[in-house]
């Protein structure tokens, strides 16, 4: 294995790994925790996944520079390249309208009900599978 694809399976199963912790433990487990109010947990999960997609933005990049260097398979470009669209549809189409909902109820506010957030969980159930064939398909070359 070429050093490009070395960085390549290591960034993608740190991404995986990352994904794994605060979309599918962190996220929901904090709501269950003793005094934390929905602002609260909110207002920790707007930092937290500002950091998170911040980290991911990074790992893509390298993702695609060793890319550069190395070209993947087709059809493991196919399977990156689902989870990195899969990133941008999260940040720019769906994180908009999560965070003008959030800024209503840490405001005090009452926001109507909106299936944005149940996208963007199916977004991350997709982009983890992505990621997980992307890792699989790189291990296998």
Same mark, same amino acid.
């Given at each position: 294995?070429?050093?490009?694809? $070395?960085? !390549?399976?290591? =960034? %993608?199963?740190?991404?995986? +790994?990352?994904?794994?912790?605060?979309?599918?433990?962190?996220?929901?487990?904090?709501?269950? !925790?003793?005094?934390?109010?929905? &602002? %609260?947990?909110? +207002?920790? +999960?707007?930092? =937290?996944?500002?950091?998170?997609?911040?980290?991911?933005?990074?790992?893509?990049?390298?993702?695609?520079?060793?890319? $550069?260097?190395?070209?993947?398979?087709?059809? #493991?470009?196919?399977? $990156?390249?689902?989870?990195?669209? #899969?990133?941008?549809? &999260?940040?720019?189409? *769906?994180?908009?309208?999560?965070?003008?909902?959030?800024?209503? #109820?840490?405001?005090? +506010?009452?926001?109507?009900?909106?299936?944005?957030?149940?996208?963007? =969980?199916?977004?991350?159930? *997709?982009?983890?599978?992505?990621?997980?064939? #992307?890792?699989?398909?790189?291990?296998?070359?």
């Amino acid at each position: 294995m070429h050093a490009a694809s $070395a960085v !390549a399976v290591a =960034v %993608i199963f740190v991404w995986v +790994g990352m994904v794994v912790a605060i979309s599918f433990l962190e996220a929901p487990l904090k709501f269950r !925790a003793p005094g934390v109010t929905l &602002q %609260i947990g909110l +207002g920790i +999960g707007r930092l =937290v996944f500002r950091a998170l997609n911040a980290s991911e933005s990074a790992l893509a990049a390298v993702l695609m520079a060793s890319f $550069a260097v190395e070209p993947p398979s087709t059809s #493991t470009g196919i399977a $990156a390249g689902a989870a990195v669209v #899969t990133l941008l549809a &999260q940040l720019f189409v *769906v994180r908009p309208s999560l965070a003008r909902r959030s800024e209503v #109820t840490l405001a005090g +506010g009452e926001a109507p009900r909106s299936p944005a957030h149940w996208v963007y =969980v199916g977004l991350e159930v *997709v982009k983890l599978v992505a990621l997980l064939v #992307t890792g699989v398909l790189l291990l296998g070359t």
